[in-house]
């Protein structure tokens, strides 16, 4: 319980210290950003329940007006922004990426890849581009087209965060927890 909870703190730290890599603003008004490798990484590393529970600390963080999301953002007001979709997503990104290393016995950089891009690009996209069209008063295709940006940024990502599993369990297997 206490090595769980330390795990959930530390990626819950890793997706905030993420926001200190400068963002790139886009007309949209969501910004690209590094943290969503840390979602990611919050699924494939510690599996799908711990990894939601880590991103849920961090959203609750934001939430209690904490500067954590990159560009120092933060309160409820990001809650209301073109953003919300992909905060919502979020949790859900890193439960898909989790579940899908816990559940697929591949090789476990293949599994981490295929997670991160279930859950980090498929989940996160479908739920940001709707919070766009919301937010933003747009339809579905326009939200898209202001969202298709993100993809080849999220493609190297999901790459990375594969790569980064695939050396931390070579490294020390017991600490890669979406396969203990």
């Known amino acids: 319980m206490e090595r769980n909870l330390t795990h959930i703190a530390l990626f819950a730290a890793l997706i905030a210290v993420l926001g200190l890599v400068p963002k ?3 007309i949209s008004g969501v910004p690209i950003t590094a943290q969503s490798l840390g979602i990611m990484l919050c699924g494939t590393v510690l599996g799908a329940k711990r990894g939601a529970l ?3 600390l961090f959203l ?3 939430a209690v007006g904490l500067p954590l999301l990159s560009g ?3 309160g409820l007001g990001v809650f209301a922004g073109p953003s919300v979709g992909y905060l919502i997503a979020f949790p859900i990104s890193a439960f898909v990426a989790g579940w899908v290393v816990e559940r697929w016995s591949a090789p476990i950089g293949v599994a981490s890849f295929a997670g991160a ?3 980090g690009i498929v989940v996160m996209s479908v739920l940001g581009t709707i919070g766009m069209a919301v937010v933003l008063g747009k339809t579905l ?6 969202a298709a940006p993100f993809l080849a940024g999220d493609v ?3 790459g990375i965060a594969a790569a980064i599993t695939q050396g931390l369990a070579k490294v020390r297997p017991a600490a890669v927890l979406s396969r203990a």
């Open 117 to 119: 891009v279930l859950g």
């Open 156 to 158: 190297l990502k999901a």
């Open 54 to 56: 880590a991103v849920l």
């Open 72 to 74: 120092g953002r933060g």
């Open 60 to 62: 609750a963080l934001v």
């Open 141 to 146: 295709p326009e939200a898209a087209l202001l």
């Open 24 to 26: 790139i603003d886009l």
